[in-house]
Nanobody, 128 residues
Framework: QVQLVESGGGLVQAGDSLRLSCAASGVAINMNAMAWFRQAPGKEREFVAAISQSGISTNYVDSVKGRFIISRDNAKNTVYLQMNSLKPEDTDIYAC?????????????????????WGQGTQVTVSS
């Protein structure tokens, strides 16, 4: 059974940094693209960042480019999201996702429907 567990969220001030972690179990993630999405209550889940199976390719939503960095440590079966220069509009629940299909090694999908497993999410709150 595949499980994704996020951690690292919290309450911070604008300009601060956080590092989110997503620990996977039940699957070795070295063959899988991974991503982070975020969702506010009453809104659709929004793509934030993705990383390819190889770790070479990444994609980001425009609003976080230059501030967030997605990375992976296959030995630890974990994906990270380093969040710098946080803004109040980054406040959301952040969830990681795993694509079960084995895409091309350098493909980092951005669409929700390309991911098969989701974590419960971790709350990030940025105060102004």
């Amino acid at each position: 059974q595949v499980q994704l567990v996020e951690s690292g969220g919290g309450l911070v001030q604008a300009g601060d940094s956080l590092r989110l972690s997503c620990a996977a179990s039940g699957v070795a993630i070295n063959m899988n693209a991974m991503a982070w999405f975020r969702q506010a209550p009453g809104k659709e889940r929004e793509f934030v960042a993705a990383i390819s199976q190889s770790g070479i390719s990444t994609n980001y939503v425009d609003s976080v480019k230059g501030r967030f960095i997605i990375s992976r440590d296959n030995a630890k079966n974990t994906v990270y999201l380093q969040m710098n220069s946080l803004k109040p509009e980054d406040t959301d629940i952040y969830a990681c996702a795993l694509a079960l299909r084995h895409f091309q090694p350098n493909y980092a999908p951005k669409a929700r429907n390309e991911y098969d497993y989701w974590g419960q999410g971790t709350q990030v709150t940025v105060s102004s």
